[in-house]
C-alpha cells in the first residue's frame, strides 16, 4: 500500500482521527477543524484539495476504516513525514495550506492568490477546475496585487492614475478614464524598457570609456611626473658636479697663484735678510772705527766703510694680501649671482607655466592589415610556463607537441594538464600580432597571469579568466567561462588577434590574402593579460603553432 494514501494533505502526516468531507477527501479531525475555524468569518468552507464550498458549516464524524489502516500501518513503524529540507526555513516562502510546521511553497497561483507546496498543488494539475488558474514561482506579493477596495485581482490599468485597478474599479470611480490590460500596458512598457536599457547601457559604455581615458591620464601624469622628477634630479646633479668642477678649479688656480707669490715674498724676504747681515757688519766696524785714537787709521779706513751700496729692492714694500686675490672672488660672486637670476627665473617659468599632459584616448580600431602591423608586437614563450610535452624552439616563438619530456625546472607557473604556455611579455595597450599554426587544434588566446595552471579550469577558454579561440580543421569556436560559439570563417593557416586592452576589445581574423573578422569581445579587462598559445594533436605528427615575427 501507498502510505501516502494514508497521509492528511494538510499536516502531510498520517491521518490521526481521520475524518471524511462531503466531497470525499479525508483530513486528520484538528487539521479540517483549524483549517475551517479559519474560514469561519467567511461564512463559506472549502475543501483545501478541491476548493469545493459547504453551506453551512459540515459536521465532522469519524471514519473508522480509514483509522483502523492508520492503526495497521504505525503497527509496522512507518512513517510518512517528510524530510527536514521540505520545510519551510526562516527565508523560505511557506504553504499557506499546510497547518502546524508549513513546507516550503513551490507555486504561487495568481487566481486563487495562494501559495502551495508539491502536495497540496497537486489539485491544480488534477482538477479541471483549476484548468484556467496561472501559476507562477512562490511569491510574497500576492497581496499587493489585490484591490483593497474590492478584494479583486488588479488586472486592469488606469493611464490616466498611472495604478493598477480591478474591474469593479474601472466601472466605479475609474469610469471615463483611459484604461486598458496591464498585459498590454505590460507590454508597451516592456518596449520602452528595453529602450530606456539600451540608453542606460550606451550611457555607462561613454561613462565607462572616460573614466578609462581619466584612468589613463592619471597614470600617463605619474608617469610624466616621475619622468620629470628623474631627469631634473639628473640635470641637477650634473650642475652640482660641475659646480664642484669649477670650485676645485679655482681652488687649485687660487693655490697655484698662492704658491707663486709666496715663493716670489720669500725670495725678496731672504734678500733682504743677507743685506740687513751686511749692513749690521758695516755699522759693528763704524763704531769700532769711532773709538780708534789713531786719527790716520780712521781717515784711512772711513771712506771705505761710510760708503753704502744701493738697494736692489724698493725702498719700500706695500703690503696688501687680499688685492692679490680679489679677483678671483669677484670672478667667483659674479658667478654665483648670474646663477642666481638664472635659478630664479627659470624656477618662475616653472611655476607659472601650464604644461600639457598627453592623455592617451582610446583610438579605432584598425581597418587594414597595414594599420594593424603599427599595432605590432614582439612577443616570446615563457619556459617556465610551457608544459612538459611542448618543445620552445625559433627563439621561444614556436611550441611543438612531443613525445619525450622536455627537462623543464619545476615551477608553479607551469601548466601540467594542457599543452600549453603564455607569454613572457604583459599586453596592456593597443597590440597586435599573428599566430601560423599547423594542421591540428590550435587555441590562440588572452589570459590573465593568475589563471590556473592545473585541471579543467587552466585549460583557455574554460573560466573568466581567459579569452581563447579555437581552431579545428573546418570552423572556429570561441570559448569563455566555459562557454562555447561555434563560427563559420574561412580556414587559414595564420591567425590574427587584435587587442585594446583599454577600450576593452579583442578581435580574431583570418589572415590570408585579406583579413576576415572571426569574433570580436568587447569586455572590460581588469588585469594585464598575456598571449596564450595552446597546441592539441598526436605526438607523432609534430602539431606546432609559431607566433609570427611582423615587419
Same mark, same amino acid.
Given at each position: 500500500m501507498d502510505q501516502k494514501k494514508l497521509c492528511c494533505s494538510i499536516c502531510l502526516d498520517l491521518l490521526k482521527d481521520p475524518v471524511t468531507i462531503p466531497c470525499g477527501h479525508s483530513y486528520c479531525m484538528n487539521c479540517i477543524k483549524s483549517h475551517w475555524d479559519e474560514e469561519d468569518q467567511k461564512k463559506i468552507h472549502s475543501c483545501p484539495q478541491c476548493r469545493q464550498t459547504f453551506r453551512p458549516r459540515p459536521a465532522l464524524v469519524k471514519n473508522t476504516v480509514l483509522t483502523d489502516l492508520v492503526e495497521e500501518l504505525e503497527k509496522t513503524g512507518l512513517q510518512a513525514a517528510p524530510a527536514d529540507h521540505c520545510y519551510a526555513g526562516p527565508e523560505d516562502m511557506s504553504c499557506d495550506v499546510c497547518t502546524g510546521r508549513k513546507l516550503k511553497a513551490i507555486k504561487s497561483c495568481l487566481q486563487c492568490l495562494v501559495s502551495y507546496c508539491e502536495q497540496h498543488l497537486q489539485p491544480h494539475y488534477e482538477s479541471p477546475a483549476f484548468e484556467k488558474h496561472k501559476l507562477v514561482g512562490p511569491s510574497k506579493e500576492l497581496q499587493k496585487i489585490i484591490c483593497s477596495h474590492h478584494g479583486k485581482?488588479?488586472?486592469?490599468?488606469?493611464?490616466?492614475?498611472?495604478?493598477?485597478?480591478?474591474?469593479?474599479?474601472?466601472?466605479?470611480?475609474?469610469?471615463?478614464?483611459?484604461?486598458?490590460? !496591464?498585459?498590454?500596458?505590460?507590454?508597451?512598457?516592456?518596449?520602452?524598457?528595453?529602450? =530606456?536599457?539600451?540608453?542606460i547601457q550606451q550611457r555607462i559604455q561613454d561613462i565607462e570609456i572616460d573614466v578609462k581615458a581619466l584612468q589613463q591620464e592619471v597614470r600617463a601624469i605619474s608617469c610624466s611626473a616621475d619622468k620629470a622628477v628623474k631627469n631634473s634630479e639628473k640635470l641637477f646633479a650634473q650642475?652640482?658636479? $660641475?659646480?664642484?668642477?669649477?670650485?676645485?678649479?679655482?681652488?687649485?688656480?687660487?693655490?697655484?697663484?698662492?704658491?707663486?707669490?709666496? =715663493?716670489?715674498?720669500?725670495?725678496?724676504?731672504?734678500?733682504?735678510?743677507?743685506?740687513?747681515?751686511?749692513?749690521?757688519?758695516?755699522?759693528?766696524? $763704524? @763704531?769700532?772705527?769711532?773709538?780708534?785714537?789713531?786719527?790716520?787709521?780712521?781717515l784711512h779706513n772711513y771712506p771705505f766703510l761710510s760708503c753704502l751700496s744701493e738697494s736692489t729692492d724698493s725702498p719700500s714694500i706695500k703690503i696688501c694680501p687680499l688685492l692679490y686675490f680679489k679677483?678671483?672672488?669677484?670672478?667667483?660672486?659674479?658667478?654665483?649671482?648670474?646663477?642666481?637670476?638664472?635659478?630664479?627665473?627659470?624656477?618662475?617659468?616653472?611655476?607659472?607655466?601650464?604644461?600639457?599632459?598627453?592623455?592617451?584616448?582610446?583610438?579605432?580600431?584598425?581597418?587594414?592589415? !597595414?594599420?594593424? $602591423?603599427?599595432?605590432?608586437?614582439?612577443?616570446?614563450?615563457?619556459?617556465?610556463?610551457?608544459?612538459?610535452?611542448?618543445?620552445?624552439?625559433?627563439?621561444?616563438?614556436?611550441?611543438?607537441?612531443?613525445?619525450?619530456?622536455? $627537462?623543464?625546472? =619545476?615551477?608553479?607557473?607551469?601548466?601540467?594538464?594542457?599543452?600549453?604556455?603564455?607569454?613572457? @611579455?604583459?599586453?596592456?595597450?593597443?597590440?597586435?600580432? @599573428?599566430?601560423?599554426?599547423?594542421?591540428?587544434?590550435?587555441?590562440?588566446?588572452?589570459?590573465?597571469?593568475?589563471?590556473?595552471?592545473?585541471?579543467?579550469?587552466s585549460g583557455f577558454g574554460n573560466d573568466d579568466k581567459s579569452w581563447a579561440l579555437e581552431c579545428f580543421n573546418n570552423n572556429y569556436e570561441f570559448r569563455h567561462n566555459s562557454i562555447g560559439t561555434f563560427i563559420a570563417g574561412p580556414q587559414s593557416s595564420k591567425i590574427g588577434v587584435y587587442l585594446d586592452h583599454m577600450a576593452g576589445i579583442l578581435s580574431f581574423y583570418s589572415v590570408s590574402e585579406t583579413m576576415t573578422l572571426l569574433h570580436r569581445v568587447q569586455t572590460t579587462f581588469t588585469q594585464p593579460l598575456y598571449h596564450g598559445l595552446g597546441v592539441f594533436g598526436s605526438h607523432g605528427n609534430g602539431p606546432a603553432a609559431e607566433i609570427c615575427k611582423l615587419k
Open positions: 485581482a488588479m488586472k486592469i490599468f488606469c493611464r490616466t492614475d498611472q495604478q493598477c485597478i480591478c474591474y469593479l474599479c474601472s466601472m466605479d470611480e475609474h469610469k471615463d478614464h483611459d484604461i486598458v490590460l !496591464a498585459s498590454a500596458e505590460r507590454s508597451r512598457r516592456q518596449r520602452e524598457l528595453a529602450t =530606456s536599457r539600451q540608453r650642475l652640482v658636479r $660641475l659646480i664642484k668642477n669649477r670650485s676645485s678649479d679655482v681652488k687649485q688656480q687660487i693655490r697655484s697663484r698662492q704658491k707663486t707669490e709666496v =715663493s716670489r715674498a720669500t725670495d725678496r724676504q731672504e734678500k733682504l735678510q743677507q743685506e740687513i747681515t751686511k749692513l749690521r757688519k758695516k755699522e759693528a766696524e $763704524l @763704531e769700532r772705527l769711532s773709538h780708534t785714537e789713531d786719527h790716520t787709521r780712521f679677483d678671483v672672488t669677484a670672478a667667483v660672486s659674479e658667478v654665483r649671482d648670474k646663477l642666481q637670476d638664472i635659478l630664479s627665473e627659470v624656477w618662475t617659468k616653472i611655476s607659472l607655466t601650464e604644461t600639457g599632459v598627453d592623455v592617451l584616448l582610446p583610438q579605432a580600431e584598425p581597418r587594414t592589415r !597595414a594599420e594593424f $602591423l603599427q599595432c605590432s608586437c614582439q612577443i616570446t614563450l615563457d619556459p617556465n610556463s610551457a608544459n612538459t610535452q611542448l618543445l620552445l624552439s625559433e627563439g621561444n616563438r614556436k611550441a611543438t607537441v612531443t613525445n619525450e619530456k622536455q $627537462l623543464y625546472s =619545476s615551477n608553479q607557473d607551469r601548466f601540467t594538464d594542457m599543452f600549453q604556455v603564455v607569454s613572457r @611579455e604583459s599586453l596592456s595597450r593597443r597590440h597586435y600580432w @599573428e599566430v601560423e599554426r599547423s594542421r591540428h587544434e590550435v587555441s590562440v588566446a588572452v589570459t590573465y597571469k593568475d589563471i590556473s595552471r592545473t585541471g579543467y579550469e
